[in-house]
């Protein structure tokens, strides 16, 4: 039987690696064994910081074997419970934990998950480009040849700093789409990823715009606290919906899952509330057979630990990889020696203990954390528009 390894000390590390911050946290033990964690909640980091602080304050001391047993108490040891600054803590701080609890027996995170029932892990790429004139359609062109099945593209106005007007986006997205279909044939998969910056008549307008199966996900097109909304334009298009990558819970997903809403899960292990939440959903979608597309924008840790999850489960589709985008610099291989690496398109699942990453807890001291804020959009008129 393991011996209890008792949590010593809970450290923050907000830095910036590449192009942006990576929400770092390291748990450690009094057995010498530590773990790794991320938090996804990028552009808050300094929030996520704050409530990891807190919860070390009640957690050093406890019994780091126990995941789940500390995961409601984190969850559950506030009235006001839940919300995305402390899921997000919470999920750095579950992931550390399976890290520890992996090494500890000496085996890989998914056998704490059930075991292994793939081999390696598909992905997805993006193209990274807008989509006046050719370049998108280019760009998939090369992805697909590297051996990509799944492509996904963004809309037009997609990297503007100040202006977004959704009405001026959709018309010559929608052309771009079409193209992309024809040049690219029937059998790769394409999708696109709106950023939730549309209403449900913008949406509906630009789904109205492309040819019959031209895609095969429409992701984020518009915001998700209101079910209804996703309701009433799920019955203007029959496109599959890939969401879910803002919800903080298993119980944000419960409307989308359980009316049929959607069909593919872009579920965010560092802010769903780690694997141990992760999992929960995970089953919850395979029984309204809801595959799992998770969001992966961020750095090693993260990509780690959604490799795990994705290897552990049955209902998988593909996961977002950022790696064809050229230099993001969030894989660092300075600040991440041992860290997953493509292998074409896909993921080999690791047989490494834990999680299977290393951090370079010296260097990454010395990265100062950057402030950063997504761009404040605004349409022509001067109101505020979504990022």
């Known amino acids: 039987m393991t011996a209890k390894l008792k949590i010593t ?41 704050g409530a990891i602080e807190h919860y070390r304050e009640f957690l050093i001391g406890q019994d780091a074997m126990q995941i789940g047993r500390i995961w409601q108490e984190t969850y559950r040891s506030q009235y006001f419970e839940g919300g995305r600054v402390l899921q997000a803590a919470i999920s750095a701080i579950d992931i550390a934990l399976h890290d520890i609890k992996g090494k500890a027996l000496g085996v890989p995170v998914y056998d704490l998950l059930g075991g292994k029932q793939r081999e390696r892990i598909p992905t997805f790429a993006s193209t990274g480009d807008e989509p006046e004139g050719d370049a998108a359609i280019e760009r998939a062109r090369e992805l697909h040849a590297q051996g990509w099945q799944a492509i996904r593209f963004f809309p037009s106005g997609q990297s503007s700093r100040d202006i977004f007007e959704p009405r001026e986006s959709i018309g010559v997205t929608a052309r771009m789409l079409n193209k992309a279909r024809e040049a690219l044939g029937d059998d790769v998969v394409l999708g696109i990823d709106y950023h939730h910056r549309l209403s449900v008549a913008e949406a509906a307008s630009f789904c109205n715009k492309l040819g019959r199966g031209v895609l095969d996900f429409l992701e984020e097109p518009i915001r998700d606290e209101t079910p209804e909304a996703y309701v009433s334009l799920r019955s203007m298009t029959d496109i599959p919906f890939a969401i879910g990558e803002e919800f903080a819970s298993k119980w944000q997903f419960v409307p989308y899952i359980e009316r049929g809403i959607h069909q593919f899960n872009r579920l965010d292990v560092c802010n769903v509330g780690g694997l141990t939440e992760a999992m929960k959903v995970a089953g919850w979608s395979e029984a309204h057979y809801v595959d799992l597309m998770p969001h992966n924008p961020l750095g090693p840790v993260c990509t780690a630990a959604t490799i795990h999850l994705a290897a552990a489960v049955p209902n998988f589709a593909w996961l977002e990889t950022r790696a064809p985008e050229a230099k993001l610099g969030f894989d660092n291989s300075d600040f991440f020696p041992v860290q997953p690496r493509l292998d074409g398109a896909d993921y080999p699942v690791s047989d490494l203990p834990g999680l299977g990453v290393e951090v370079n807890e010296e260097m990454i001291k010395t990265q100062s954390f950057r402030f950063w804020e997504a761009p404040h959009l605004t349409r022509r008129d001067g109101s505020v528009t979504n990022w």
């Open 9 to 49: 000390a809970i450290k923050p590390y907000p830095v910036r690696v590449g192009i942006r911050n990576q929400m770092l946290v390291k748990v450690e033990t009094d057995g010498g064994i530590f773990g790794w964690g991320e938090s996804g909640l990028s552009g808050r980091e300094k929030a996520v910081t």
